[in-house]
């Protein structure tokens, strides 16, 4: 069994947060979604970076990259928090 940990509040200065939309296609059993990273500051609910891709799950595919064709999440909000 696994022990869970509470956080009891928050001491990050950054929120990260994930908005996933289905997206209608023209073609016929093709479901996309869109797939939205915010980075907001905790304090004052300002965004900081916003990190947007199409994402087709059946298919395996993304349409988007953070760098030298490669989409990284987490590469992403470690180089906007200079956590690298």
Same mark, same amino acid.
């Given at each position: 069994m696994t022990d869970y940990f =509470? *956080? #009891?509040? @928050? #001491? !990050?200065? !950054? @929120?990260? #947060?994930?908005? *996933?939309?289905? @997206? #209608?296609? !023209?073609? !016929? =059993? %093709?479901? @996309?979604?869109?797939? *939205? %990273?915010r980075v907001s500051d905790r304090r004052d609910a300002q965004t900081l970076a916003t990190l947007q891709y199409v994402w087709d799950r059946q298919n395996r595919k993304l349409c988007g990259t953070t760098s030298d064709g490669v989409l990284d999440e987490l590469s992403f909000i470690k180089k906007l928090s200079n956590l690298n």
């Open positions: =509470g *956080i #009891t509040e @928050l #001491t !990050a200065d !950054a @929120l990260v #947060t994930y908005k *996933i939309s289905k @997206l #209608t296609s !023209a073609n !016929a =059993g %093709v479901d @996309l979604e869109q797939v *939205i %990273v």
